[in-house]
């Protein structure tokens, strides 16, 4: 069910049919942080410079890191904190869309190869970092990985022709010095209609102000120099920063903090692109605030994601862009109605930028899910004989998915209320569609990925088909990402592991078009199988992967995602796989 557009920009009243479906009470508004007002806030780039070619930046030096399965006597930084709700008592709470079985063959990659991993923070800065946050794009002749705290350059074969570099070197000696320390959460993009790279990254030295980086290719050289843009988000700290490529701009979301604890929203903000990518100084920004003080907090969760267009057809003119988010009835802290989607319409037209409107245009009946899950630390009471420290206080709600060999656990993150990177848009001309993904408790204790394909045809929204992928084959699968290629079929990636025999590594699934709704038709393959568990007490895992179509036939899918192949405290590494599904060539 759709409830159509319900405007955030001024104060509406429900009547009384909706009040029950929607459960939002009798008003809802946005304001943006700074102003209290409700109309949009219209800023300036507050910096910008052209920098070096990166290939001339220093790289890493090729040095083996130390291996070693003591965490005491290693140094990782946890990125970063959290201060929001992490769920409550785990108990599944129904699931309506479970697909149980493996069906079909099964899937091979067409090419793997190594990534960044975090032996690389190690010879950048001499310590380790969790999460690890991969991401990455694919162009017409290169791959570029981001991961924190670092990022590097490869041709499609695999090898890397520039870095590692550390993610502020991309920003040395820029005005707004904070962009060239190294924060973390990076996005990388390929705008396929410019032939151009955006990297990102944001800044975290409190108090603030607090920026957004972004870096746009001079060229199509993603090795070569870069136009360098900074964009104030004030005193509230830009957390999880998502971009997408959209017709006129580049869209930006992110869960913000202010100075208060009770200091929160989601920000969406759409960037001009046309100017950024000619390396115009005067670009702009739109962005609007979602207050948490002012409407209910499930309408935005814990995060929400722009619409990020694969192939070449793109949004109509003057098409709205859709920015989606999660929630579900049965995570407490939130309070939501029902487990269902909510979708964002964000309209900017840059000849009158201040006219610019975000609207809650429809919310979305899904298939009943669970967010939360049974996460225990057992290290607290039968400590093994590598132990990491005392657990930190949310351990409780990192600590869940198992491992070989250990009792400590990793994160699933499913009890954070947002859909999970990326929001892959294609126009099919007759109508629009969407797909991503969730990690859910598809089962009593056991994870699955939960994925959702929306349309929007002459306006209207529906959930075109949903599906659980949860095998019962013990095997628990998270930290998912989702694609389409040029003949609507979808490959699916995440990662995988158990208690037994399966330690944490990276597969894949896929559908074909016509294949029957909510089904992952052709079986699993694998990118690379782990040999090794994380045992440091942080868990960390993620916090996001990347799904990703080659521009150069719209039919190969990229998937980037982390796995770990020593046994240690943070010894996570990355791989880079390639695939096709039957039926779509290129050309």
Known sequence: MGIKKLSLGVAVVLIASLVETLAIGASASVRHATTSG???????????????????????????????????????????????????????AGEGSRQDSKSG???????????????DNFRLFGGRVLPPDPVGAVGPNHYVEMVNLAFAVYDKQGTRLAGPFKL??????????????????PVVLYDRRADRWILTQFTAVDPGPYFNCVAVSKTSDPA?????????????????????????????????????????????????REKMIKGDPSARMVKFFLDSNVIPVYLMGDGLLPADVDGWSQPDEGSPAPIVGTMNATYLPYGAPFDGLNIFELAVDWQSPEDASL??????????????????DTITINPPPVTGGPPPPNSQTRSCIPQ????????????????????????????????????????????????????????????????????????HRWMGSIAMDKKGNMGLGYSVSNGIDVYPGIRFTGRLKKDPPGQMTLGEGVIIDGTGSQLHRASRWGDYTTMSIDPSDDCTFWYVNEYIQTTGPANWQTRIGSFQLPGCKGG
């Open 38 to 92: 409700t109309r949009p806030d219209v800023t300036q780039a507050a910096a910008f410079d052209v920098s070096p070619a990166l290939r001339d930046l220093t790289a890493a030096p090729f040095t083996a890191a130390p291996a070693t399965t003591d965490p005491s006597s290693i140094d990782v930084v946890e990125l970063p904190s959290d201060r929001r709700p992490t769920g409550n008592d785990g108990t599944h």
């Open 105 to 119: 063959d099964g899937l091979s990659p067409l090419l793997t190869f190594e990534g960044l991993s975090n032996a």
């Open 168 to 185: 502020g070197s991309l920003w040395q000696g820029f005005a707004v010095k904070d962009c060239s320390r190294n924060a973390g959460d």
């Open 224 to 272: 070569g120099a870069y136009y360098r843009y900074a964009f104030n988000w004030g005193a509230f700290f830009p957390d999880y920063p998502k971009y997408s490529v959209w017709r006129n701009a580049y869209l930006l979301t992110s869960r913000d903090f202010g100075p208060l604890d009770t200091d929160y929203g989601i920000s969406v903000a759409s960037l001009e």
């Open 359 to 376: 609207n809650l245009a429809s919310q979305l009946h899904v298939a009943a899910f669970t967010s939360k899950f049974p996460c225990t």
């Open 404 to 475: 070989p060999g250990t009792t400590r656990k990793i994160d699933i993150l499913s009890s954070r209320q947002r859909p999970t990177y990326r929001l892959a848009y294609r126009n099919f001309g007759g109508f629009e569609t969407m797909v991503t993904n969730q990690s859910v408790q598809a089962s009593p204790g056991m994870a699955g990925v939960r994925w959702y394909e929306i349309r929007r045809k002459n306006g209207e929204y529906s959930v075109f088909q949903q599906g659980t992928y949860a095998p019962a084959d013990g095997v």
